[in-house]
Nanobody
């Protein structure tokens, strides 16, 4: 059973940085590509980034390319999202999920809230 717990969110000023973490358990984390997505109430889910199962290939949405990175540590069953140059539009709840299920909220953790003040 996939279990994911996101952490690291908080309140930050525009231009600031945060590092989010996703602790995985209950499945073979090292065998799965993983994704980060974010959601604002009333808006569509926004995909942010993917990383393949070995960690050597990543993909980023144009909106975050050059500002967000998505490292993973398979020995610690941990996925991270490094956020830099945050913008107020980055205010959202951030979730991690196996890439093939990232549209399915049943596979998300509770999420971590990021609030960016202008």
């Amino acid at each position: 059973q996939v279990q994911l717990v996101e952490s690291g969110g908080g309140l930050v000023q525009a231009g600031g940085s945060l590092r989010l973490a996703c602790a995985a358990s209950g499945f073979a984390f090292e065998a799965y590509a993983m994704s980060w997505v974010r959601q604002v109430p009333g808006k569509e889910l926004e995909w942010l980034a993917d990383i393949n199962h070995t960690g050597d290939t990543t993909y980023h949405a144009d909106s975050v390319k050059g500002r967000f990175t998505i490292p993973r540590d398979n020995t610690k069953y941990t996925l991270c999202l490094q956020l830099r140059s945050l913008e107020p539009e980055g205010t959202a709840v951030y979730h991690c999920a196996p890439t093939e299920f990232h549209h399915n909220s049943s596979y998300w953790g509770p999420g971590t809230q990021v609030a960016v003040s202008s």
